[in-house]
């Protein structure tokens, strides 16, 4: 599928702009622990914070919920 990335380059893209891992899972509001392990290939990002994660990372496509009201929320680049 064109415009997924891989976890190595959606290492690059944070370097790229110049964010660590932690300043990433701040500004979308997911847990660091679970970015780390999204990256590293221990969590495939099937469900829950992990489907978030990889979303927000480019690693996938898919629609992350609100939790607030239910309806989809669109990541950000």
């Known amino acids: 599928m064109p415009g997924i990335r891989t976890a190595a380059q959606a290492k690059a893209w944070l370097e790229e702009q110049g964010k660590s ?8 509001n997911v847990d660091p ?3 780390y392990q999204v ?3 221990r ?4 469900r829950g ?3 978030k994660v990889a979303v927000l990372l ?4 898919g629609v992350i ?3 607030e009201d239910g309806l989809p929320a ?3 680049d």
């Not at 891992?21 to 979308?28: D, P």
């Open 21 to 28: 891992v932690q300043a990433f899972a701040r500004e979308n």
């Open 33 to 35: 622990a679970t970015t």
């Open 39 to 41: 990256l590293s290939g």
């Open 43 to 46: 969590k495939k990002g099937r």
């Open 49 to 51: 914070e992990a489907h």
């Open 58 to 61: 480019g690693m996938k496509i």
């Open 65 to 67: 919920l609100s939790t």
């Open 74 to 76: 669109l990541p950000s």
